[in-house]
């Protein structure tokens, strides 16, 4: 019988953390990319002490402005898990989700080409812990990303041209 509870309790344990690994796998490939990329930032600074895990999306959404040219939006939170920050390939049995540290909510905005980030405009990324960030944060986290999509113009075809001399 103990056996028995000490097996449901470990599933129950490690439920969320697959499940929310489940769901960075679902997420379509453009917005993986951006989640790694927020991973990655986030790693780099030395007050961040847990590794972080992907945890759920918010709000996703896209701009297709032709000629295999994306922006893309992204609002998802990171949990914090047992693992030592720079922990690499995690297994879901070693780095379970901490509940005692809150959540990171990250804002993040990029142009893809070909499905690939673009280093200009420079990637947006805006990662904090959640009780942390304000109405005003949000609003100027999202109309940062908003001008990004804006100030580079609207590609049609009239801009592409053809010199008649190179045929």
């Known amino acids: 019988m103990a056996a028995l509870l000490l097996l449901l309790f470990s599933a129950g344990v490690l439920l969320p953390s697959i499940e929310a690994q489940e769901a960075y796998s679902k997420l379509p490939d453009k917005y993986r990319k951006g989640v790694d ?7 780099s600074h030395s007050g961040v002490q847990h590794h972080f895990l992907f945890f759920k999306s918010l709000l996703k959404s896209d701009i297709e402005s032709g000629f295999n040219v994306q922006y893309i939006y992204h609002n998802f ?3 914090a898990t047992t693992c030592a920050r720079g922990t690499v390939n995690p297994s879901h049995q070693r780095c379970q989700f901490r509940n005692d540290r809150p959540l990171m909510d990250c804002g993040i ?26 109405k005003a944060m949000s609003t100027t986290r999202q109309e940062h990303c908003r001008k ?5 113009g609207a590609p049609t075809l009239l801009s592409s041209t053809k010199n008649e001399t190179d045929e």
């Open 37 to 43: 990329l927020a991973l990655q930032q986030l790693n």
């Open 77 to 79: 939170y990171l949990k």
């Open 109 to 134: 905005c990029y142009k893809t080409f070909a499905g690939e980030i673009e280093k200009d405009p420079k990637p947006y990324v805006h990662c904090l812990h959640k009780p942390k960030l304000t």
């Open 148 to 152: 990004m999509s804006y100030t580079s």
